[in-house]
């Protein structure tokens, strides 16, 4: 699991089936560096993943990657690569 912050949203014309009613949104992926300055920037390479929480633009959120990504959709075969899991309240680093 890795925490990235929303930067918009992804609109389909066709749809995948299993995906009728949820967002996808455009992650951008945030560095170890960046979080420990708690600047509010990402710095890793941007990803669509779907959303069924609500995240909302600048939030920071965790998400799956690879088949565990798909494992909300069981039993069906959605073609997924990211999912977000949870929306991030608040981290705390220790130096």
């Keep these: 699991m890795r925490l990235g ?31 420990r300055a708690g600047n509010g920037m990402g710095g890793g390479k941007a990803l669509v993943a779907v959303d069924t929480l609500g995240a909302g633009e600048g939030q920071m959120v965790a998400f799956t990657e690879g088949r565990e990504a798909a494992n909300p959709f069981w039993p069906d075969s959605v073609p997924i690569d990211a999912y977000c899991s949870l929306i991030v309240d608040a981290v705390n680093l220790k130096s």
């Design 5 to 35: 912050i929303v930067r918009g949203h992804v609109t389909l014309n066709l749809a995948v089936e299993a995906f009728r009613g949820k967002r996808l949104v455009v992650l951008e992926p945030v560095t170890m560096e960046n979080l």
